[in-house]
């Protein structure tokens, strides 16, 4: 599976989930050409005004991953705070790639809250050495 469709698969299961663009400095192309962090395709996206981060749009976005034939490969974690999740977590795989998707409640007062997606292709790790 090529880098461009699982960008794809994360970029339209983000709008198809209501989730905020993907923060301006958050992308593939922040680490030198040739390492690590270009064999992944990366996304963060936060609480706006108008468009709340929360647990239920990850809910959502792991919804529409799963429609896109990402299979969760573990229980999902949830860690709470005062009765509150405070971070929700899943890790998904398809076809060569593994994808962490991580909601965490942003400790200012209301919803805020940021969503993280984290996906890499493992043959290229391997290549850099980067996983065994």
């Given amino acids: 599976m090529t880098k461009s469709v699982v960008r794809a698969d994360v970029d339209t299961a983000v709008a198809d989930a209501g989730v905020p663009a993907n923060a301006p400095d958050y992308s593939e192309d922040r680490g030198p050409a040739d390492s690590p962090v270009t064999c992944g395709v990366h996304f963060k996206g936060f609480s706006e005004d108008e468009t709340p981060v929360d647990v239920a749009r990850f809910e959502g976005l ?4 799963r ?8 229980p999902r974690t949830d860690r ?11 890790w998904l795989s ?3 790639w593994k994808m962490h998707v991580e909601y ?3 400790p200012q007062e209301g919803e805020a809250g940021v969503i993280t997606v984290q996906a890499y292709d493992v043959a290229c790790l391997k290549k850099h050495k980067a996983i065994p």
């Fill in 67 to 74: 429609e896109r034939a990402w299979q969760q490969t573990a």
């Fill in 80 to 90: 709470k705070g005062g009765g509150v999740i405070g971070v929700a977590e899943v």
């Fill in 104 to 106: 965490r409640k942003l």
């Fill in 94 to 96: 398809q076809r060569g």
């Fill in 62 to 65: 792991v919804g529409e991953l």
